[in-house]
């Protein structure tokens, strides 16, 4: 029987996550185990910044008519100090002996789920612990809960496999990692909120037999108990696999079993697991990411480090179909291809139609097709990382030589389509279809003809045709014109600078097509040198051209002599850091976009670091503009203490204003001309799509930004559209319209509210007054007539 039909059918609680978040340690607290069964007990360790009363309510998430969540258990606490915590020097690993505040007893009718410990003090401060609750039945869907991931990505103490705040383990971050400690994020939940909750809200609304497991558990338990159910669920991010996993989910297939990752870059780090508790789970986490080498266990089949790499030679395509690219900076849109697919029965979705905001934030695409069965694909989405290079996310299918399906939907926001503010319809009967075609399961009655949302209404300021004059480059990403008419073209994934003539003929200006960060190739003829996915070029008057070299980290120069010589004029070639000064003793992070603030000083934007920097080209001198220097909230004022994230453009006016895309959040600010460098944001409605007075237009714009007569125009990759800005002194008094671009993905020329767009990127303003446009995953160059 499917418990989970009569279980959402109780009243949930709306109130659950209505309490006020521990900040600076206030709350918090772990479990001495991730899972349980009905009926067994559970330990809490919490700790308070100051002795209080407290009360704890556990929760078990699902649907329950949408309230989220029904309270299953409840008590109370007395909340206090607890001892430091061991950070051992040479591993990073950070871990909590704190004696148990409380212990909680999971109902005997608990139904097998995600739940959270909810612990609240008297003043409302309160954190959460996730824990999920398994059982040993039947079911149709297994749904694993990512808590590896979770613990990864966990820096509690200063420390993870992201992280090593003492700075004492080689590579720069920890590698192991224990479950003896409080989660930093989301209020002390993990990442459970993020994309699992919401899976698990669409399948239990439609009444799914499903039941719950995590990866600990499918290691320690193995292929037999994964037989017992009907299909196994990858879901979000599901990074961190242990090779035991590996070898029992492919059992699993191979015997029968599909496997559907509704997700994207699953099993991609390799980990090893150590030290088991109470549960029989481990409770360490050992992976040597940055120096795979020093593993004690280097060399045997215990070593940790990335799947696809040779010493472990296992990549996730064999199991997946697709695998892990690069990561964005904001969802973008899903892109239609094989429309008559079954997985796209009753969606209405037709050949490049488009799910806004479906892709991100990591992606994955085929590379080898070498899964054990033809790998057909779904959806080709045309993106743009977050350093400035374009490519392509996909969704696949393949039937392994068993029959079992299995099925990689290339995006970790996957499930934002199911649940929540970007619930679509058209994604849940595509995830339907998927249970359909793996285990012939119905669909359900409301989704058997979904409706599409409604889709926003342009107020568009149209330009007039759009043209393609150059084709066949492979990721061009920046553009501008040199003296002589023709322009020079960075292409992000062919590592050169490409010239284009009047002609259209596209010819390599410099780069010879290898990615390095060898100064070898440093101060070399300009077809001699190599560049690491430049994504910027802007030339001076005497038509020398200065590149922005994202991955290098560099600032570099094309001389105008005989053989184009390249010489890095600011940071060190793969040096990623934060300083200002001279040349080489300068640092960036990914800078991209640049334009000149006068005639000796390029303005660029340092995304990595956050920052506006200054370049004399003559002296070499860097300096700061604005930096942010709280990695919390965007704030506008002072450039010394405003904060904003990822600038990927900048544009300079006529009166020496500076704009620039904080392309992360959809916002475009400006640096005011007073002593201050007060920064203002005047778009500001976030992420998205919408016209109309910058405090509430949408965008999603990323590497193109130009200053025209008055106006700006900017590149909004996230919608396959050109935005005009008109720029107030304030976001109510900024006009934002649609320029260029149906919102389709395509290249078609024509009319601008017609034309298609790929991934608009760098723009430029011509001598013959039309904006020419490099868009990425078309590898052309396009000029749109105003």
Not at 533 to 554: E, W
Not at 578 to 599: E, K, Q, V
């Amino acid at each position: 029987m499917n418990p989970t039909v009569a279980e959402n059918q109780l009243a949930g609680d709306v109130s659950w996550n209505q309490f006020t978040r521990s900040v600076g340690g206030q709350v918090e607290a772990y479990a001495e185990r991730v899972s349980a069964k009905a009926g067994e007990s559970v330990q809490i360790m919490a700790r308070s910044s100051a002795a209080a009363g407290a009360s704890w309510t556990l929760y078990r998430l699902g649907w329950y008519g949408g309230a989220g969540a029904r309270q299953t258990g409840a008590g109370t606490a007395q909340l206090g100090s607890q001892p430091a915590c061991a950070n051992e020097a040479a591993t990073g690993l950070v871990r909590c002996s704190w004696a148990p505040t409380f212990s909680l007893a999971v109902p005997e009718d608990a139904v097998s789920g995600l739940y959270l410990v909810r612990i609240v003090r008297d003043d409302k401060v309160g954190a959460f612990v996730p824990l999920v609750v398994r059982d040993g039945r039947q079911a149709d869907l297994l749904f694993q809960s990512s808590v590896l991931t979770a613990q990864a990505y966990n820096n509690w103490g200063g420390e993870g496999l992201y992280s090593d705040s003492d700075d004492h383990v080689p590579g720069g971050f920890a590698v192991q990692v224990s479950f003896d400690r409080p989660h930093d994020s989301d209020g002390g939940s993990g990442q459970v909120l993020r994309y699992e909750a919401l899976m698990a809200r669409f399948l239990e609304r439609y009444g799914y037999d499903v039941t719950y497991t995590t990866n600990l558990d499918v290691m320690r338990e193995g292929p037999s108990a994964l037989l017992r159910r009907g299909a196994f669920l990858s879901v979000g991010h599901d990074e961190y696999w242990p090779g035991e996993e590996r070898d029992a989910v492919e059992a699993a297939r191979d015997a029968g079993m599909p496997v559907l990752f509704f997700g994207a870059n699953a099993a991609y780090w390799k980990v090893r697991l150590s030290e088991s508790a109470a549960d029989g789970n481990a409770r360490v986490v050992t992976c040597y990411k940055r120096r795979p080498q020093d593993d004690p266990l280097h060399g045997t089949p215990q070593q940790t480090g990335r799947y696809r790499d040779d010493a472990i030679g296992r990549p996730e395509e064999e199991l997946v179909g697709t695998m892990y690219e690069s990561w964005l900076l904001f969802g973008q849109p899903w892109v239609v291809v094989n429309p008559d697919h079954p997985f796209y029965t009753g969606t209405g979705l037709r050949s490049a139609d488009t799910i806004p905001q479906l892709v991100g934030y990591e992606y994955d695409r085929t590379f080898l097709l070498d899964a054990p069965g033809r790998v057909t694909v779904v959806a080709r989405s045309p993106v743009v990382d977050a350093e400035g290079r374009t490519s392509f996310s996909e969704a696949t299918m393949y039937t392994a030589p068993s029959g079992a399906l299995v099925f990689g939907a290339g995006t970790i926001y996957f499930a934002r389509g199911l649940d929540g503010p970007r619930r679509d319809p058209r994604v849940e009967r595509m995830a339907a279809n998927v249970l359909k075609l793996a285990l012939g399961l119905d669909i359900p009655a409301p989704l058997q003809s979904p409706n599409a949302p409604a889709a926003p209404v342009p107020d568009a300021q149209w330009a007039g045709n759009v043209r393609t004059i150059a084709s066949g480059m492979m990721a061009p990403a920046g553009v501008a014109q040199l003296p002589d008419g023709s322009f020079v073209v960075a292409d992000a994934s062919a590592h050169r600078i490409w010239r284009v003539d009047g002609t259209g003929s596209v010819q390599p200006f410099a780069g010879d097509g290898h990615e390095s960060g060898s100064s070898t190739y440093d101060n070399r003829p300009g077809l001699q040198a190599r560049f690491f996915q430049p994504t910027a070029v802007l030339p001076d008057a005497a038509g020398n051209v200065y590149v922005a070299d994202t991955h290098n980290n560099a600032i570099r120069k094309i001389a105008n002599d005989s053989s184009h010589t390249v010489t890095t004029i600011a940071g060190v070639l793969l040096g990623s850091g934060y300083a200002d000064g001279i040349g080489s003793a300068a640092r960036f992070t990914d800078p991209m976009g640049m334009d000149w603030l006068d005639s000796t000083h390029i303005v660029i934007g340092d995304s990595g670091n956050s920052a506006i920097r200054s370049l004399d080209v003559t002296t070499g001198v860097v300096s700061t503009i604005a930096v942010t220097h709280d990695w919390g909230d965007e704030a506008d004022g002072p450039a010394s203490s405003a904060a904003f994230f990822y600038p990927t453009a900048v544009a300079v006016s006529a009166d020496r204003r500076i704009f620039f895309l904080a392309s992360s959040s959809g916002k475009l600010k400006v640096i005011g001309t007073d002593a201050g460098r007060t920064i203002t944001t005047l778009v500001a409605g976030g992420l998205g799509y919408a016209d109309g007075p910058g405090s509430g237009a949408r965008t999603q714009m990323q590497m193109g930004l130009i200053w025209s007569n008055g106006t700006l125009i900017a590149s909004d990759p996230g919608n396959k559209r050109l935005r005009s800005i008109l720029p107030g002194t304030t976001a109510g008094g900024t006009t934002v319209k649609t320029w260029a671009g149906s919102g389709l993905a395509g290249a078609d020329d024509g009319p601008a509210s017609t034309a298609s767009l790929q991934v608009p990127l760098g723009l430029w303003k011509g001598k013959d007054g039309n904006v020419y446009l490099v868009d990425g995953s078309a590898g052309a160059l396009r000029a749109i007539q105003p």
